[in-house]
Each structure stands twice: as C-alpha cells, then as structure tokens.
C-alpha cells in the first residue's frame, strides 16, 4: 500500500538505474554479468575486485530467484516465469556494486560504493522501533553544479541526496517518522561515513500492523 513521499518540496525525483552503468573499474556491469552467464572467459574480470562483486551480487540473485520457484511449486509454469522477471529486476537494483560516491570534503580522495553506503544508511533506519527500511538510492545534488566532470561510475564530489523507502508501525505519525529517519540517515552519513548530506527523501511505502510482528516474532522465538 503505498503512501505518501515526506521530501523536498520541489518534488525532486530519481531516475532508475542507467542501463549503462559502469562499474568502478569502467566495465559495464551488464556486460560482467552476461559474460558470466554465457560462461565467457575475461582475464580482466577474474582479477578485478569490482568485477568480482558484482559476480557474487549475480550469484546471489539467482539463489533468490531459485529459492522463489521452489517455495511456489503450484504456480503456473507461465506465472513464475513473470514472478522472477519481477524479482530479477528488484534484486539487480538492489545488489548492484553501483556507483562510487564522494567522502570527505570537496578537495579530499575518498571514495566508497553506492551498496555500501546504503546497507550503512539502511542499518541506521533499521534502529527505530517499529520501522523497515528499504530500497535507498543516493544521487548527486541538482542544487549543487559540479567544477568538472566525474569520471564514469562516479557521483561529482559534493553533497549527496538521499532517497529511503521506509515501512512504519500504525503507531508513528508519518512527520515525526519522517523526520527521525531523515536524523538516522544524517548520523550514520556523518560519525560513520563521513558524507555530505545535502537532502533525505523519506518515502512511506506501507504500514505495518505491529501486534501481528510481535505475534510473529513471539512464534518464531518458541521454535526449537
């Protein structure tokens, strides 16, 4: 059930990830994962740590997508067929190295990748009782005019925007949510990251029935 957007009011959006994506090393991230999948052989990819990453993230989505077929063996052979089309998609999103971005100030070299910095904003969100996040996207600030042009696979050194998909309790007011994700994603980019924040989103994509979780987490903690 979606929600409502709690962000900036000039109504700033992301774009989806670009089919041509670099990775850090300037290989094509689509080009790593068809030549993996087609059982190509590539000196360069067999060294590269980036490559390598995104070859595991690869690894991981088919176990993801293997592990759905077989929890709905009673869904039409056309049905799963559009189910792991579905959960290709998400899953590349998510587990992509993705980009690298700026940390530190404007004149500094320190670097980290897009999966890491949103695992760490994720895990901060996470803190809040009776919160989820979820899919979390950070871009470079439109306000923010780079000097130079980056690289290819990086963000230009500056402030970053941040966008978090959340779940809340039916307890929260969806501002003050807001508001205390918006804090958490600023901690966590400040004491543990070191990265400029300029804006954070806050999507609230559903809402969560709290006595059903501590009814379920109640179960789960009976089990052997």
């Keep these: 059930m ?13 774009d989806g990830p670009s089919e041509e994506e670099l ?6 991230l689509a080009q790593v994962w068809e030549l993996a999948e087609t059982g190509g052989q590539d000196p360069h990819t067999a060294e590269c740590p980036h490559c390598g990453e995104a070859l595991r993230a690869l690894r991981a989505l088919e176990g993801v997508v293997a592990r759905a077929r ?38 500094e070299d320190a670097w980290i990748v897009e999966a890491a910095a949103a695992r760490t904003f994720r ?7 009776g919160v989820r996040a979820g899919s979390c996207r950070i871009e470079a600030d439109a306000q923010e005019a780079p000097s130079s042009a980056p690289p290819p696979g990086r963000l230009p050194r500056g402030p970053v925007r941040v966008r978090v998909e959340v779940q809340v309790g039916l307890s929260w007011n969806l501002q ?20 400029r924040i300029a ?19 109640a179960t789960e903690g009976r089990q052997p």
């Design 2 to 14: 979606a929600m409502n957007e709690s962000g900036a009011p000039d109504g700033t959006s992301f």
């Design 23 to 28: 990775l850090p090393c300037g290989r094509r």
């Design 70 to 107: 077989d929890d709905e063996p009673r869904v039409p052979p056309w049905d799963t067929a559009a189910l792991a089309d579905r959960v290709m998609d998400v899953v590349r999103l998510e587990l992509r190295p993705g980009r690298t971005l700026p940390l530190g100030e404007a004149d």
């Design 123 to 129: 895990a901060a969100v996470d803190t809040l009782p």
């Design 176 to 195: 003050l949510v807001a508001d205390e994700v918006r804090a958490r994603v600023v901690g966590a980019a400040d004491h543990e990251l070191g990265m």
């Design 199 to 217: 804006a954070v989103d806050v999507v609230v994509t559903d809402l969560l029935d709290e006595d059903e979780d501590e009814d379920e987490d």
